[in-house]
């Protein structure tokens, strides 16, 4: 051990009683003058540098450093203590010895999320077909290729696409493709309640209204996007127009006829809708139906934006008549023929899928069975982890899956991600 600390030690050891006293009772005998202004001047240089942090932050306070409060009693301690807190003072970083208080904290709450037209470039348009009207929202330039949009149960182009296509990889599809947005007859936004005597269309009339849709825009084929109930209805454009449809991307699609259950359910939605309007246990099943259980504990945030969605903005009447006619459906009738030579007799899609489900929801054996149902040369089946509403929870995904499969298909999409350079120019690959 070093002389000098050693010495120190000693000292203290030496003193007893004394060394407690004098940091403990102030000592007027000791107590100078001359002491006392040189203490300030040593406290008040020690904290002089933090004068301009407080200034700046209101939330932090300074306490008085520790150790000003020890050069302001230096006098008071014999020479030998002294001595040992300045060995240990010297060792120590100023940065150690700040000690501040935290004195407020404000929560900061996100911007709250409207699912409402916000997008300028979005052009709505009315298509009159034999089974009513429809609103078609286009997006893009309409001499690119078309991708056809369809949504789910409770939900229009809005609620359930604007979000997706406005993700930063997805805005690079406006630069090479045209996005129609269909909305099922009275499910857009701040739509008039049906009449009475309105007979609203099977999944099969749905389905056809969408040839009036290519011919009113003069479009010959395109490229199907649908969640739920709307790739049910683009599955069966698929399957009885194959000339009209490119490609499929399918999310949470079912190809059955509705089991019992999904029945009861829906039955007892459709007469509390009409009824009561939108009631908690409506509530519940629309929000099971799009992202499953548990998604209190994974997104409370979204969770709360569509409950406030489906209690204000859909049109209870409206919604009613598209449930009906969603559990009414028949099955697709597609099976997986694996002879080469009966593949053209038409007994699934002819059309390459891309079938998607998210790991959480509620629809996962759906897609299975529609995955069994197709052929495995032209479809593929992805299921993505730790979401339910695949296109809200991980849009990030989704996008660069569905860019992949557009590339399969033989369209040009810019890549949204910078090339990496490399970090030699040694060499290149031929």
């Not at 007893?16 to 002491?35: F, L, N, P, R, W």
């Not at 406005?166 to 947005?181: A, Q, S, T």
């Not at 969640?227 to 454009?237: D, K, M, P, Q, T």
Request: glycine content about 8%; some cysteine; proline content about 4%.
């Amino acid at each position: 051990m070093p002389a000098g600390t050693g010495a120190s030690y000693r000292s203290l050891g030496d003193l007893g009683e004394d060394v407690y006293k004098s940091t403990t009772i102030v000592d007027q005998t000791q107590t100078t003058g001359q002491s006392v202004l040189e203490s300030v001047k040593k406290a008040f240089n020690f904290t002089s540098s933090k004068t301009e942090m407080r200034k700046k932050d209101p939330l932090i306070e300074d306490r008085r450093d520790s150790a000003s409060i020890v050069s302001r009693d230096r006098n008071r301690m014999p020479t030998a203590a002294t001595a040992e807190e300045s060995a240990l003072l010297g060792t120590m970083p100023s940065d150690s010895m700040d000690d501040i208080e935290l004195k407020n904290i404000q929560l900061q709450f996100p911007a709250l999320r409207y699912l409402s037209r916000d997008d300028n470039s979005v052009r709505e348009e009315r298509v009159e077909t034999d089974k009513g009207s429809l609103l078609v929202a286009v997006q893009g330039n309409r001499a690119k290729p078309a991708i056809l949009t369809y949504h789910d149960l409770g939900l229009n182009y809005i609620s359930s696409f604007q979000a997706f296509f406005n993700y930063i990889d997805m805005r690079v599809l406006l630069e090479n493709f045209c996005i129609y947005h269909v909305n099922a007859p009275g499910q857009e936004e701040g739509a008039p309640t049906l009449p009475e005597d309105f007979t609203y269309p099977s999944m099969e009339d749905l389905a056809e209204q969408l040839l009036f849709v290519l011919g009113h825009f003069g479009i010959k084929s395109v490229i199907g996007f649908g969640v739920g109930a709307g790739a049910n209805i683009l599955a069966r454009f698929a399957l009885a127009h194959s000339e009209k449809v490119n490609a499929l991307c399918l999310i949470n699609c079912v190809s059955t006829q509705a089991g019992w259950i999904e029945w009861g359910y829906q039955k007892l939605n459709v007469r509390h809708l009409r009824s009561q309007g939108m009631t908690q246990g409506v509530l519940d099943y629309l929000m099971w139906h799009h992202f499953g259980r548990g998604t209190e504990e994974r997104n409370h945030d979204l969770v709360q934006v569509y409950k406030n969605y489906f209690e204000r903005r859909v049109n209870p009447t409206n919604l009613a008549l598209f449930i009906d006619s969603y559990v009414r459906r028949t099955d697709l009738n597609i099976t997986r023929e694996l002879d080469p030579t009966r593949k053209k007799e038409g007994l699934t899609l002819s059309v390459p899928v891309m079938n998607i489900t998210g790991a959480l929801s509620p629809h996962v054996d759906d897609t299975v069975t529609l995955n069994g149902r197709l052929d495995p040369t032209n479809s593929s089946w992805m299921k993505i982890s730790d979401c339910g509403m695949v296109l809200e929870e991980q849009p990030g995904k989704v996008s660069e899956a569905f860019r992949l499969f557009l590339q399969g298909e033989g369209y040009v999409v810019r890549s949204p991600r910078k090339p990496v350079k490399p970090t030699t120019s040694e060499g290149n690959c031929n």
